[in-house]
T-cell receptor, first 111, second 112 residues
Framework: TQLLEQSPQFLSIQEGENLTVYCNSSSVFSSLQWYRQEPGEGPVLLVTVVTGGEVKKLKRLTFQFGDARKDSSLHITAAQPGDTGLYLC???????????FGAGTTVTVRA | DVKVTQSSRYLVKRTGEKVFLECVQDMDHENMFWYRQDPGLGLRLIYFSYDVKMKEKGDIPEGYSVSREKKERFSLILESASTNQTSMYLCASIDGQGYEQYFGPGTRLTVT
């Protein structure tokens, strides 16, 4: 059973469109991370959100952490082909360094 | 830049073979992890290590063992490979100050 549920599983959009990926859990996390993974590579950290209600922006990417620290969203504005990849959310427990990963959302941005 | 390297990018082994996957990190990180990644399942933790010679089971340790004789090196061992261990294997490390895990490029293992 996945501790973190991501939706949608797949997303294919045209360049210039917006998209949102969701990450939901019934558990509370001390923080939540978003990673992007490109084919043939390991995941790379994009952002860590720590405070409930926190919003972080990374250029065209906006990350939000839910007030209850159980859910998060990633919004990409005006997507570009370079945004194509597998997006993974990961919850951080307060007691150790272990991460609980979602299954991932495969995003394809068509030129 | 933190660098995590894995010994092979692609590996093909036969059922019953003993398989060694090696991971090396160059940032003196205390904590190292082995995951497997399967479509639709995300990353699942196999084993992790907080220090040299220390190991802890993750969520799916069955069929695997690990070795950490030196701080920079964490090895994953498949004692007797089976076809259901065909997967992408990812190694990661993290220092004691933060929560960013640095991943290696992965080893795609096929067991036939």
């Amino acid at each position: 059973t996945q501790l973190l549920e991501q939706s949608p599983q797949f997303l294919s959009i045209q360049e210039g469109e917006n998209l949102t990926v969701y990450c939901n859990s019934s558990s509370v996390f001390s923080s939540l991370q978003w990673y992007r993974q490109e084919p043939g590579e390991g995941p790379v950290l994009l952002v860590t959100v720590v405070t409930g209600g926190e919003v972080k922006k990374l250029k065209r990417l906006t990350f939000q952490f839910g007030d209850a620290r159980k859910d998060s969203s990633l919004h990409i504005t005006a997507a570009q082909p370079g945004d194509t990849g597998l997006y993974l959310c990961a919850g951080v427990s307060s007691n150790d360094y272990k991460l609980s990963f979602g299954a991932g959302t495969t995003v394809t941005v068509r030129a | 830049d933190v660098k995590v390297t894995q010994s092979s990018r692609y590996l093909v082994k036969r059922t019953g073979e003993k398989v060694f996957l090696e991971c090396v990190q160059d940032m003196d990180h205390e904590n190292m992890f082995w995951y497997r990644q399967d479509p639709g399942l995300g990353l699942r933790l196999i084993y992790f290590s907080y220090d040299v010679k220390m190991k802890e089971k993750g969520d799916i340790p069955e069929g695997y063992s690990v070795s950490r004789e030196k701080k920079e090196r964490f090895s994953l061992i498949l004692e007797s490979a089976s076809t259901n261990q065909t997967s992408m294997y990812l190694c990661a490390s993290i220092d004691g100050q933060g929560y960013e895990q640095y991943f290696g490029p992965g080893t795609r293992l096929t067991v036939t």
